[in-house]
DNA sequence: ATACATACC
DNA sequence: GACTGGTATGTAT
């Protein structure tokens, strides 16, 4: 079902804008058809593969949203042409003025000079999988769970198993598939050795998950100039060639690469050669002008399968469809669209990479459970989520000043909504008491959900505000008392730990008089804190040693697509977040 | 500004 | 039997 419906509408372009002279490539109409079945013929023809696809899931309530949400992505293309329809010889040829202009102006800022590489783990957790256990080498398998596949090995794509299947599909396709659980930390460990591969040829590389990474290489290639040996292949080529074999000699696991003169090229390369393979993009613009028009748009970051609809239904399903189309897309799209459309049809792309280290946007947590509407549960998962996201984000250090609810209904509908908090924060009860009542203005007794999420938003690192309140506390000389500043008592007795706590909670609006655990989150009055805090942290620091910095430097999904159940990835067991973690985390800032 | 949609891995 | 989770960003109202 997920299976692209070719919308192939006909060639019903009225308008053939010849007016340009300004075109910067010579598109031929050349429609080659790329290579899209990678790895050997299927075992099982589309055909099957779909019909298997689709009585697997008929009926489903996945299925019916799947096809309302189609439905729905049906009308806006009919708009789509409806406004097409309506547009004018000459408010095309106006648009064509305009855009012609832009196209100058992105031409002149091309930059082939920079060299940046896009490598790609080859099936990533299948691989490590099968690296591990060898028996499993001859053998169709995928990664994930019943419900869903994070990645499956090249003997299981020729039965049509993919990621972000269903395993219980991915089993009907290929009844001899073997699903193996995912083991995220094995998988960060890899990631952590070929990482170092990667510094050592880009130091400032940027990973988009576990298993993969851009490189800009310009710097390493004009260091390395002088030390290398002629050969056939280009220095970029040897340079790649030698940095994924390093990678080999370090995992024992392939990784394909691309190498082009911006990201967005370079990711399109890396898919060409897979698996074990590299494609190299020479710098020069007509080399670049003749890759680009033979290929999908779909290729493109950034347009994905409803994009690609609608682009299908206007005719374009090539680079050079797109930019003769440029002055049609101006009018049909918002200009960011229509910007982003015309730069990629042109073969333009970032040529600086995004800084490693910008702060996030937001923090969240999502949980599907089997559906129910049962209040008391619903509530239950919903404090859950915020502890946790209290984790998160005391974790990074983060406070919010919105938080958002987000629900599934059984019927895949989704739902969200956001709150603005008076002040930041990063307190679990805080976040919980506003979440819990919009949680409870959607509830309705026939309204079943199958999944609840609570996002942090409007982040803020730790305010100045409370740091400085909490310096000035722990600056006071040790023999005076500590007084609260917001409701003066006497913090004298609690640990640095605790004194925080009371912080957040008086600093957040609490007029209770009780004290929240920074390990179990429960609360309790004032003289009754110590004594379970100190069983709370003896029962915690026994089972784990400390709070592990993530390996990946930078945002984004550790995953390599498809799913990563919390408890087998990334959520560390709740103790993990021990009294002395908390402890550091603040005491490092002082 | 809010909600919803799309995209990426 | 049972279609993910985390983050960013664009679009619509």
């Given at each position: ?23 910067p ?7 080659m ?18 019909r298997?696809i ?17 439905e ?6 009919a ?20 855009v ?11 930059d ?13 957790y ?22 869903m596949?994070?990645?499956s ?7 049509g ?19 193996v ?15 170092e ?24 290639l ?37 190498i ?21 993009l ?16 779909r290729?493109?970051c ?6 690609e ?8 399903t ?56 049962d ?13 946790e996201?209290s ?8 406070q ?76 006071q000389?040790s023999g ?19 004194v925080?706590a ?11 008089d ?10 309790f ?8 805090a ?34 087998e ?22």
């Amino acid at each position: 079902m997920n299976d692209d419906f070719d919308s192939d509408t006909g060639d019903d372009d009225l308008f053939s804008d010849d007016i340009n002279h300004d075109v910067p490539f010579h598109h031929a109409g050349t429609l080659m058809e790329l290579n899209d079945n990678k790895a050997g013929m299927a075992d099982l023809d589309k055909e099957k593969i779909s019909r298997i696809i689709e009585e697997a899931s008929k009926g489903s309530k996945f299925y019916d949203h799947k096809k309302k949400q189609q439905e729905r992505i049906d009308a806006k293309i009919a708009d789509l042409l409806r406004k097409k329809k309506a547009i004018t010889e000459e408010q095309l040829k106006n648009a064509s003025a305009k855009v012609g202009q832009i196209v100058r102006n992105l031409e002149k800022s091309r930059d082939l000079s920079r060299t940046f590489v896009h490598v790609d783990m080859d099936a990533f957790y299948a691989a490590v999988e099968m690296r591990d256990d060898p028996s499993l080498r001859d053998k169709p398998m995928a990664v994930g769970g019943p419900g869903m596949l994070a990645t499956s090995n090249y003997l299981a794509r020729r039965f049509g198993v993919r990621a972000a299947m269903p395993g219980f599909i991915g089993q009907k396709l290929c009844p001899d598939l073997i699903i193996v659980p995912p083991n995220f930390e094995k998988y960060r460990a890899v990631n952590a050795i070929f990482s170092e591969v990667f510094a050592k040829y880009d130091p400032n590389y940027s990973a988009m998950s576990l298993d993969e990474a851009y490189l800009d290489i310009t710097e390493f290639l004009r260091l390395d100039q002088n030390v290398r040996k002629p050969s056939d292949l280009s220095h970029a080529e040897e340079v790649v060639s030698d940095l994924r074999e390093e990678i080999f000699l370090a995992t024992q696991l392939t990784a394909s690469a691309g190498i082009a003169p911006n990201t967005l090229l370079a990711k399109v390369c890396s898919d060409i050669n897979k698996p074990n393979g590299q494609f190299y993009l020479r710098p020069e613009r007509p080399v670049v002008a003749e890759f680009v028009e033979k290929l999908s748009v779909r290729k493109a970051c950034g347009i994905g399968k409803v994009t690609e609809q609608m682009l299908n239904a206007l005719g374009i399903t090539t680079c050079a469809e797109m930019f003769e189309q440029r002055a049609l897309l101006s009018l049909l799209f918002s200009e960011i669209s229509a910007l982003s459309f015309l730069r990629v049809s042109m073969g333009l792309g970032s040529t600086f990479m995004g800084d490693s280290d910008a702060p996030a946007k937001s923090v969240s947590n999502e949980r599907t459970f089997k559906a129910t509407s049962d209040a008391d549960f619903l509530r239950d998962q919903c404090r859950r989520l915020c502890e946790e996201l209290s984790e998160d984000l005391v974790r990074k250090q983060l406070q919010a000043k919105s938080v958002t609810i987000k629900l599934k209904t059984d019927t895949f509908d989704v739902k969200t909504r956001v709150r603005n908090l008076p002040e930041a924060t990063w307190n679990a009860d805080v976040l919980c008491r506003h979440v819990v009542p919009m949680l409870e203005s959607e509830m309705a007794p026939k309204r079943a959900f199958r999944l609840m999420g609570v996002r942090a938003s409007n982040l803020c690192e730790k305010s100045a505000n409370q740091q400085s309140t909490l310096d000035a506390i722990l600056k006071q000389p040790s023999g005076t008392e500590r007084l609260c500043p917001v409701c003066s008592t006497s913090l004298a007795k609690l640990s640095l730990a605790l004194v925080n706590a009371h912080l957040d909670r008086c600093l957040s609006g609490s007029q209770q008089d009780d004290v929240q655990c920074p390990i179990c989150s429960g609360f309790f009055r004032r003289p009754e804190i110590e004594h379970h805090a100190a069983t709370c942290e003896g029962a915690a620091t026994s089972t784990t040693p400390s709070v592990k910095s993530a390996p990946i430097r930078k945002r984004g999904a550790a995953r390599e697509d498809g799913f990563v159940p919390r408890d087998e990835c990334q959520r560390k067991p709740k103790k993990q977040l021990t009294l002395s973690a908390f402890f550091d985390q603040r005491k490092s800032e002082s």
